[in-house]
Every structure is written in C-alpha cells, then in structure tokens.
C-alpha cells in the first residue's frame, strides 16, 4: 500500500546542469500536484498536471522549468541550466477525484552548489 | 489572491501543556482548510480539515475550528507530548483554484 514515492530523495548539482525529480502517485490516483518549499518558507505550488495534461502551471516559472505526467511511468519536473536559486525541497502530491485530499511524498532536496 | 498567515515559532513547550497555534487566512468564496504537520525528514501528513464554517476537525487529540466570522482556524491539544514535535502548517483549499495555499509552517518542539 504505498504512498506518493519520490527519488531521488536527495539531489546535487552544479550550476548549469539538469536536474531530473521524479514522483510516482498513490496507486489509481490521476492528479499530480508539485510544490516547491524554499527555506523559511510554506510550500509554494507550482503545478497540476492529469495524465498527460498540464492543467495549471500558473506557479512554474515561465523558463528553464517543465514538468510532465505521461500515460505510463512517473511524473517529472525537470529544471534545466540550475542555480543556487533552484535549491529548495519540491513535493508531490497525488490525489484521485476529490481533489483536496492531496497526499504528499517524502519530498526530493536539491542542492545547487 | 488567498493567503494564510501563521504564527512564528517555533513554540517551545513541555510534555502535558496546552497547544496553541493560530492560523489566520484571506480569501473569497468558501474554502476547505486543514492542518498539515511535517515530521523531520519527511512529507507532509494530512492532521486534519473542516470544510465549512462552524465545522471542527480533529484528529489524535488535535482539533481547531473553522470561525468564519474571524477567518481563523487554530490548532490546539490539550496535552502535547514529544512525539508531536514537527512542523504545523495551516493550508486552505478554494475550489476557484486547483491548488493548496499553504502558511509558512511553524516549528513545534515539546521537551521532556
């Protein structure tokens, strides 16, 4: 009976590189949320995605960041060309149809050194 | 836009005393609220919600109230132990949105 999984849970990276978060949702939910905690700071969200439908992404800045739900296998954020700006915890969530009941992940920590 | 407003921490306080954080929000329409808490090193766990005024939430001896009249939906426990030590953090849920709105999360820590 797992919950939202995330990997990797810890992340570095260099300035300039890519980085690749991943997030399997709860099991027959369809609804993946991603939110992004910078230090001193509450969850801030980013974006809602369906299988393969962004439906918000009105908290994504507009470059270097995407984010993506395909038919099989996990949701992706994908930060592209990171700065030391990027670091910060990014969490799942999941939900199924009632979509305020959000289940989040363990979360993935990138650091941008 | 929605907004919450937490009180600072952390709270500092010894096993048995009395919880309180206070959790003020801004928004239009009705939204659901809820409480969050967040252990070290981990996601964030769903403690509990109430989705219209007048509705209390409660969950392992927490509870709070939706006050629509002060825009106010507080935590509290009447015996805090060192287990609930973590991160609290008050979040609403507006249907006119497809996301929640989270405080800044304030810090518990119950000594022994």
């Known amino acids: 009976n797992a919950g939202v999984m995330q990997n990797p849970r810890h992340l570095v990276r260099r300035r300039g590189q890519e980085a690749r978060l991943r997030c399997s949702p709860v099991?027959?939910?369809?609804?993946v949320y991603w939110y992004r905690q910078l230090p001193e700071e509450g969850l801030k969200f980013m974006v809602y995605?369906?299988?393969?439908?962004?439906?918000?992404e009105s908290g994504m800045p507009k470059e270097r960041f995407s984010a993506e739900f395909p038919k099989e296998g996990p949701s992706i954020l994908r930060i592209q060309q990171v700065v030391r700006g990027d670091s910060a915890a990014y969490f799942c969530?999941?939900?199924?149809?009632?979509?305020?009941?959000?289940?989040f992940g363990p979360g993935t920590r990138l650091t941008v050194l | 836009g929605d907004s919450v407003t937490q009180m600072e921490g952390p709270v500092t306080l010894s096993e048995e005393a009395f919880l309180t954080i206070n959790c003020t929000y801004t928004a239009t329409g009705y939204p659901s609220l809820f409480w969050y808490v967040q252990y070290p090193g981990e996601g964030l766990q769903l403690l509990l919600k109430a989705t219209k005024a007048d509705d209390k939430g409660s969950n392992k001896g927490f509870e709070a109230t939706y006050r629509k009249e002060t825009t106010s939906f507080h935590l509290e426990k009447g015996s805090v132990q060192v287990s609930d030590s973590a991160v609290y953090f008050c979040a609403l849920w507006n249907s006119g949105y497809s996301t929640l709105t989270f405080g800044k999360g304030t810090m518990l820590l119950v000594s022994p």
């Open positions: 099991k027959g939910h369809s609804h």
């Open positions: 995605l369906q299988k393969e439908n962004i439906i918000d």
């Open positions: 969530a999941s939900s199924g149809k009632t979509v305020n009941e959000q289940f």
